[in-house]
């Protein structure tokens, strides 16, 4: 049951896994949103602004106009007033009046009239002289106006009596003339004033009408209307001047409209355009973030499927390389298109290979600790029949066998610990001599150059060094208070020269020790044959010298090791 726990466990952990594309497709969702969020809203800050600043373009442009249209019929009302200081007006001849005024006039589409208080014109220029009354007044409710009037008056739109086209007047009360009081009329036609409308430029999709008091078309842009209609706006004769633009419906369509009302007459210029054409730059520019956005996201869904289709193909390469890792296979660090994971594809390497080096020391040693094993089984059993021979009683034996045994135990102790790399010689002498007194005591002095041996030569030199610490004990420099051991090697070209130098022993100790027991089966059978090294032993008074000049082939850890022969 825990099995199975465990393993529905590991399959709930391996669903809620997902590939890094998810993960990618996520990164790039949670970078593109927000910026797509935020560009939306830099664009309708950025047409909020430019609405704002159309807006102030059209009030200054219709501004603009209508002071136009004022300064032209500033102009027609300044011309009234030196024409009616004029001599023959005021002297009642009309005929010299209306030469020396068709003369000025001559031309320039504009025309003059003069009205009695009946409102009957008694002169004009837009037919030849003739004595008499020329005809009623077309536009009664201004001339009317004119007369009650001490400054200019500027008439609505109206049909002329003799041309029937739209005209606009500009009248002005003279009061005293020959004939009596009268009115000076300027006559022009009304799409004269069409070019003052599009003297500033409007943006595209907006419209300019002039309109008069009655709301009117006295004059319009292309397309905005014609001459004598109504404008297409509710109420359009009671629209004033407007700081911004408004919203209303002209013509049945929503419209954004700005209105400016001249200062010297009852006429407005009407500035406008179809909401949905100031809206369309917002419109394109949406569309165009759109897309551009959708573009952008295509291409950075193209971008993440190549990313995660790289990703994906290195990962299940090192899936595959720690698949073979795992079985023991060797594996090779590979090139990858990502450098992380190429880093781990070379550690993955570095691990294989170091894998297979410990995989083959360990072969290695398993070799070698059958080798010596067998070597222990071959030192054990000469060791045995040597203690045998020289032992006088079975506790004797069992006693200096185990003794034997743990100095063999000792070297195998630090063949271990330092595996291929051999074993340190002074380590070695130090280990064999300090169970039976310190080194750092005083007595015993180990000295000479670092050196390695390999497994042959440290069992044998440490069953030379344990034997001889033995000896030592019996009836040499341990057997004494004021005996000492000096331990020392020098390293030459070919051979190693040890030394082992007993001192401070009573007369005749030095040569107890001469009777053929293990230890000396130790030193001349093994250490002299099996490592082919020459031993001399050296008596004196007081003093015993081992002296072994051992060939460094011999000892050398790289140097391959020998079956050891046994003391038969």
Same mark, same amino acid.
């Given at each position: 049951? %825990? ?77 009234? !007033?030196? $024409?009616? @200081? ?18 000025? $006039? ?5 025309? +003059? ?7 009957? #014109?008694?002169?004009? @220029? ?9 005809? !009623? ?20 739109? +109206? ?16 009061? #005293? ?12 036609? *009304? ?108 291409? +950075? ?13 290195? &990962? ?14 060797? &594996? ?49 059993? %000469? ?14 034996? &069992? ?29 070695? +002498? ?39 610490? @033995?000896? #030592?004990? !019996?009836?040499? *420099? ?56 020459? &031993? ?31 003391? !038969?």
């Amino acid at each position: 049951m %825990a099995d199975g726990s465990g393993s529905a466990v590991r399959r709930s952990e391996r669903r809620s896994a997902r590939p890094i594309a998810v993960y990618l497709f996520v990164l790039a969702l949670v970078a593109l949103v927000p910026a797509f969020i935020f560009s939306a809203l830099l664009l309708q800050r950025h047409n909020e602004a430019q609405e704002r600043v159309v807006e102030t373009l059209i009030t200054g442009t219709a501004r603009s106009i209508v002071q136009a249209v004022d300064r032209e019929l500033n102009a027609n009302a300044t011309t009234l !007033k030196v $024409l009616a @200081t004029n001599p023959a007006l005021l002297a009642g001849d009309m005929a010299e009046f209306h030469a020396q005024v068709s003369t000025a $006039l001559a031309g320039t589409g504009s025309y +003059v009239y003069v009205l009695n208080r009946d409102l009957e #014109a008694v002169m004009s @220029t837009r037919r030849p002289y003739a004595p008499g009354i020329q005809g !009623k007044s077309a536009d009664p409710v201004a001339s009317g106006r004119a007369f009650e009037s001490e400054g200019t008056v500027v008439s609505d739109l +109206v049909r002329g009596a003799v041309s029937q086209d739209y005209v606009v007047n500009v009248l002005q009360r003279v009061p #005293a003339t020959r004939l009596g009081e009268v009115v000076l009329g300027f006559n022009r036609a *009304a799409t004269q004033l069409a070019p003052v409308l599009l003297s500033n430029r409007l943006p595209e999709g907006w419209n300019v009408v002039l309109l008069d008091g009655a709301g009117l078309i006295i004059a319009a842009s292309p397309g905005a209307g014609r001459t004598g209609d109504p404008f297409g706006l509710e109420d359009a004769d009671t629209v004033g001047s407007s700081f911004g633009w408004r919203r209303e419906t002209v013509e049945g369509t929503a419209s954004l409209l700005v209105a400016q009302r001249s200062l010297l007459s009852d006429w407005t210029v009407v500035a406008w355009a179809p909401a949905e054409a100031v809206a369309r730059p917002l419109a394109d520019a949406f569309w165009s973030l759109l897309a551009g956005g959708v573009l952008l996201a295509a291409m +950075v869904v193209l971008v993440v499927y190549w990313v995660g289709l790289q990703i994906g193909r290195s &990962v299940h390469g090192l899936e595959a390389d720690a698949r073979r890792l795992g079985a023991g296979q060797p &594996v090779e660090a590979r090139a990858f298109p990502i450098a992380e994971i190429e880093t781990i594809s070379a550690a993955l390497g570095d691990a294989s290979r170091r894998r297979q080096a410990a995989e083959s020391e360990v072969r290695f040693l398993m070799r070698e600790l059958a080798h010596r094993s067998k070597n222990q089984m071959t030192v054990i059993s %000469a060791m045995a029949k040597q203690t045998a021979r020289g032992a006088d009683s079975v506790p004797e034996f &069992v006693s200096s066998f185990e003794k034997r045994i743990h100095g063999l135990a000792r070297s195998t102790d630090l063949l271990l610990a330092h595996g291929v790399a051999g074993v340190d010689l002074k380590e070695l +002498v130090i280990s064999q001599i300090d169970p039976f007194c310190p080194v750092d005591g005083g007595r015993v002095t180990v000295d000479g150059p670092s050196l390695r041996l390999n497994a042959q030569a440290a069992q044998i030199l440490g069953m030379a060094a344990h034997e001889l610490a @033995t000896n #030592a004990v !019996k009836h040499g *420099a341990f057997a004494r208070d004021n005996g000492r051991l000096d331990v020392s090697w020098q390293r030459s070209a070919d051979f190693l020269g040890l030394s082992w130098r007993e001192s401070g022993l009573a007369a005749g100790e030095a040569t107890a020790g001469g009777r053929r027991g293990f230890g000396t089966s130790v030193l001349e059978n093994m250490v002299g044959r099996a490592l082919g090294a020459e &031993v001399r032993r050296e008596a004196e008074d007081g003093t015993l010298v081992w002296r072994f000049a051992i060939p460094l082939a011999a000892i050398d850890p790289a140097h391959p090791v020998t079956d050891q022969p046994a003391d !038969k």
